[in-house]
């Protein structure tokens, strides 16, 4: 999948994550969706345990800081949310995309914009704590083919940059991150999307 | 089975797809009804996770998208949605009936007619995208052997037709898209099938 | 099982059909039966997956024909229906019974009488077509040893009749046809059953 | 577990079966109890998937047929129903035991006491036909060596019974039945347990 | 864990019961607690299949004999009940701590205090009757090294204890029953425990 | 994950553990939040069955001791109670973590500080003993490779910590208890953490 013919910050839930796969590294894309309903959580895009676990923790994650975001509470049972990752061909799986899934989500309830050229890769813990993950070196050279600009990591990745060879950060911005709320300064603009939905 | 003798658009939510097997391309067929329910969708055809994730995909994003379809959003839950693939001895897999999905749903509850001699395979997103799937040479010969004369795909696949003999595409116009509502507006006539359903 | 000493048709819901299995052809019996309930469907002789679905599949086609059927849709929620396949301890699979659990839903829900020395086989769909199935001599020769007289076949399936040598299909006379209704008006007496529950 | 010290007619629901394991034929016993409830069965002992079955085609028949027996449906949904086999820590399975279960149910419902010294073995169907089972000589020699003196068969297994030499048979009274309701005009006594619960 | 600083009949529920494992015998706790509820029963301590049963089969008993226990029908749908074995890195599987089980129960809903130094093995029927259960010698073995001084057992396997050299016997008394209600009258004490719940 | 960086006694419900991996010793952090709900319980962090179990355990015993806490048992049915164990990549079982979950509970729900350099092993039981757990000599190298100070284990292994060079336990003080109620007394201090929540 292209990012340029993918990625589109008009509408609220699409982010863009870093995988790592058997055969290297790769972009991937988290969509999320509100409809009308009780508070069910769906979640598709051939997942494994884990990653649907993630799900579960940004999920809590927000509605435990509900008030932060400007959200009232009563939104999480009137509406079900829908989290899809593309490419259902491909078994998907480990705690990697919790900081994507987490921002996809804010992005939604809030009805902001997500960052152009943004990608990252992080674990989410409960309480708000972002997590080391692996597979940097070749998350990063995907991310570069994808023409992805800036990058969020876990503060203790910023070991697994340093031993990159420099030519292949070039262009590069990254930004290190402990908890869950840098992640989103960073990721969310201010900015509503285009015909936002009126929670 | 027989395309002529079974493909019939005088109802609706019967769509003609193109499924890649280890012995070869095929057609298949999608079929859909409603029936007075609570919202419930059912899916049969021995069908494997990733393709019944494309079917919950599919009634997602018509969801979402209710108005757009001229669609009064009770509908959805006042009635119960069964999908079904035929040829039950065969199990299937795979993202690439996702458009077939949904152009069968969007006839099923607008009641429009499919039109006749047109096949489709493509993945479908969340958010209403296409992406490209695989097997397209043998989809295409599938088709032809079915005497389909239209096809649509997702523009990705454009460069996958270019690899293919010029003479095995006689007779066979294609329709590249990006997004869901492209294959909507090529697959669905205006025209209600005969004695329509009145939801 | 003698089909002598099984086969009844003052009782609604029994149909005779015929199964491919690895030591040949034999023939089988669907049972039905209606409780007061709340539209609950039990299917019980130890069936895989396939099996289950044509189950489903026509309960599916029966309510979204009621009215056809004279039959008041509000029946569908006020009793619970339990198919049954004899003979416990074979494990029974396959799309081919479709057309006997349609036949035998419809006389219980209709409390008509079912056509005495009838056998069947094939799959059904959603939409109330007959697809062929396999193992056609093998099911001929069982059907023939069992007494049957009149046997109905997807019209597809005429071909492999012709490919019988004349003389195993003596006395026996087939009936080819395309859709789910053609079936019903063969298979249904517009007599009713002794004693018919008046639903 | 011996029969003497098990059996027990003073209450309700307790009957004898025949089974047949690898190691030749024993006997078993099905309980059956009542409990103020929603209409729940409850099934214990081991039991495979199509000893399952087989108690929900007995509860099933009673169901359907709880006139004939006296009995005011609403029972069904203010009672649980539990069965249980003795001796959990072998697996059990098979339809064998279906008449075996029918009569347990119908003693627990109509709290009619179950003959002394009997024992039985048959498959049942939705419809109340008994059906052949396997094992017939080793059954029979278990029987006896359990001090059985009545047994209840299909009339199909007659055939097995003259296949036995007339020595292994002495002191054993045979029923033959077509119909789950000549086992139960056998196998119950018009007579109630001690202390009858008024359902 | 060790006898002394783990029994306490100072609470309701916990019982000694024994065990039989692949590297010979050994004892095991029962506990059972109450909690305002609905009547759900929860079982924890990684049990297989035939145990989990087992306490299935307790619960029925209770409340199909609650009169007999004193015990006012209605306090079963007023409270959960959880029952443990601990030591949860041991799988646990088997029918014979039906007894332990049952005991455990009983003392839970009386509040009545359970004797010490006693120990039981046994499984249980549906309708109260005790079963005699394997591994009689490993598991006197394991009474004894646990300062155990009195053992109920199921009738029938008093002939195992009978093939037991007589000082491996020394020192402890045993308790032979056929009845559950004879289980309950040697290990329930009249008194309560300290604090009894009021249910 | 560094313990400096994640440790944060500012929240409730953040416990440190200690767990024994086929690679040695490791220190892990149990975190739990409470969202308004029904009483439901949710598990992440990629647990095992037994791991679950604990969960369920302390959460009982935390309802069946609610008084002892100064807890109003009302909030059990108004909140939903989420236990996360971080690192989502790695697979974790055993009973091991059972005190460190009882604790991060009732730190969660009295909102009461947990000690710092603070860590912990044990299986718990229903009725809150505390019992022995295996893998001691590694998990206290890792505790102190981690930096902690005070380890809480059961008084029955002691045994295992006498068996240790007194080098590798210079600078740890040890707490060896028989009951949950230890357990706590030790870990959470009177102090209740910054903007307490008030259930
Ligand atoms: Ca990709
Ligand atoms: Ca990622
Ligand atoms: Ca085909
Ligand atoms: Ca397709
Ligand atoms: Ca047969
Ligand atoms: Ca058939
Ligand atoms: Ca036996
Ligand atoms: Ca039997
Ligand atoms: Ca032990
Ligand atoms: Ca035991
Ligand atoms: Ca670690
Ligand atoms: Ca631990």
């Not at 991310?143 to 600009?149: L, M, T």
Request: charged share 25%; aromatic share 6%; net charge positive.
């Amino acid at each position: 999948v292209n990012l340029n013919s993918y990625e589109n910050n008009e509408v609220a839930g699409v982010v863009t994550g870093l995988a790592w796969t058997s055969v290297g590294g790769d972009i991937l894309f988290i969509e999320s969706t509100l409809s009308k309903g009780k508070g069910n959580l769906n979640i598709t895009g051939n997942l494994g345990k884990v990653m649907k676990e993630s799900a579960t923790l940004a999920m809590e994650y927000i509605k435990a800081n509900a008030e932060d975001f400007g959200l009232d509470s009563e939104v999480f049972s009137k509406y079900n949310v829908h989290i899809h990752v593309p490419e259902g061909a491909t078994p998907k799986d480990g705690p990697s995309a919790g900081i994507t899934m987490l921002t996809s989500l804010v992005s939604l309830f809030s009805q902001r914009k997500v960052k152009r050229n943004l990608a990252m890769t992080g674990e989410i813990t409960l309480r708000g704590r972002v997590l080391p993950v692996g597979g940097i070196k070749e998350k990063i050279l995907a991310a570069k083919r994808a023409k992805i600009k800036e990058i969020i990591l876990c503060e203790e990745n910023e070991r697994d940059i340093k031993e990159i060879k420099e030519e292949y950060l070039k262009g590069l911005t990254f930004h290190y991150v402990k908890d869950m709320s840098e992640v989103l300064d960073i990721a969310l603009l201010k900015q509503k999307v285009a015909k936002p939905k009126d929670l």
